[in-house]
């Protein structure tokens, strides 16, 4: 089981930067998949970026050149630097995690198995 806790949502205006962490804690052997996920109000989760244990990345079409997912091991946290945002960026940013089998791409199409609570990323214009 692990255990996920995001943290640095807040407000920005369109054009800045967020970064979002994503502590996770409970059984962190090496293997594990993350990701970062976002729903926006009345719309339908979203699969942004995802890192493989070996660091291979994938992230959606609409984030790409402006979003990075990066992990540091050692303080077993994962990161979403977020820049140039965008109004439509606005949405709850979930933290995932899932023991490496599937794709990262199937994992962002399909979801994770384990989730964070969420934090609220707004973008005002």
């Known amino acids: 089981q692990l255990q996920l806790v995001e943290s640095g949502g807040g407000s920005v205006r369109a054009g800045g930067s967020l970064r979002l962490s994503c502590a996770v804690s409970?059984?962190?052997?090496?293997?594990?998949?993350f990701g970062w996920f976002r729903q926006a109000p009345g719309k339908e989760r979203e699969g942004v970026a995802a890192?493989?244990?070996?660091?291979?990345?994938t992230y959606t079409d609409s984030v790409k050149g402006r979003f990075t997912i990066s992990q540091d091991n050692a303080k077993n946290t994962l990161y979403l630097q977020m820049d140039s945002l965008k109004p439509e960026d606005t949405a709850i940013y979930y933290c995932?995690?899932?023991?490496?089998?599937?794709?990262?791409?199937?994992?962002?199409?399909?979801?994770?198995?384990?989730w964070g609570k969420g934090t609220l990323v707004t973008v005002s214009s």
């Open positions: 409970g059984n962190t052997d090496t293997g594990y998949c």
């Open positions: 995932a995690a899932e023991f490496r089998g599937r794709t990262l791409a199937m994992m962002l199409l399909y979801g994770m198995n384990f």
């Open positions: 890192i493989d244990s070996d660091g291979t990345t």
